[in-house]
């Protein structure tokens, strides 16, 4: 139980262009899912809490025009950045809590690649 | 600021050992306690969670936790190769939100 999954696992795009990455809770329900990027040999930053059906609550420093995110049910939430530059190159990954839990569990992560 | 530490590493410890693993908050008001570990280039995956005083073993795994010092531990018994990954210890949710310590990467040599 308590899976999550993430999709694509591994995108490579262009500079400028904008990459959408899927959050999925697959045997349970989450209001809460959070959206974390790591770097090389670095560890999880916090980027964002999504909450079902409000907005995303974004850490200091995080650009929320840049990074878009959505939470319209309770087993997705969905990460956009927009005009994707290679400095956004890194390892996203989400996490959700299964509604009266307050355990996180990670989807594998998506890595991306802006050329 | 509320934080979560750890040691970063590496412990290296031969197979077969016990490897212990150790983390300290400053939050008062957490009421959860994971462990995760995270191989290179994966994400994290979870060990263990804890809320109470004392100890919890699942397996080779014993999580601590001594609420009156802050600190939380995991014991790995037995330790193998393929339990060479970094453990990241997460408090939350408390006064505050979780938060994750930077990781203890431990070697296993076998």
């Known amino acids: 139980g308590a899976v999550v999954s993430q999709h694509p696992s591994r995108v490579i795009c262009k500079s400028g262009t904008s990459v959408k990455i899927e959050c999925r809770s697959l045997d349970f329900q989450a209001t809460t899912m959070f959206w974390y990027r790591q770097f090389p040999k670095q560890s999880l930053m916090l980027m964002a809490t999504?909450?079902?059906?409000?907005?995303?609550?974004?850490e200091q420093g995080v650009e929320k025009d840049k990074f878009l995110i959505n939470h319209a049910s309770l087993t997705l939430s969905t990460l956009t950045v927009t005009s994707a530059h290679p400095e956004d190159s890194s390892f996203y990954i989400c996490?959700?809590?299964?509604?009266?839990?307050?355990?996180?569990?990670f989807g594998p992560g998506t890595r991306l690649t802006v050329l | 600021q509320k934080e979560v530490e750890q040691n970063s590493g590496p412990l290296s410890v031969p197979e077969g050992a016990i490897a212990s693993l150790n983390c300290t908050y400053s939050?008062?008001?957490?009421?959860?306690f994971f462990w995760y570990r995270q191989y290179s280039g994966k994400s994290p995956e979870l060990i263990m969670s804890?809320?109470?005083?004392g100890d919890k073993e699942d397996g080779r795994f014993t999580a601590q936790l001594n609420k009156a010092s802050q600190y939380v531990s995991l014991l790995i018994r037995d330790s193998q190769p393929s339990d060479s990954a970094t453990y990241l210890c997460a408090v939350g949710p408390g006064t505050y939100k979780y938060i994750f310590g930077t990781g203890t990467r431990l070697k296993v040599l076998a």
């Open positions: 999504s909450n079902e059906g409000s907005k995303a609550t974004y």
């Open positions: 996490s959700a809590i299964p509604v009266g839990t307050d355990t996180q569990y």
């Open positions: 804890i809320y109470s005083n």
């Open positions: 939050d008062r008001g957490s009421q959860s």
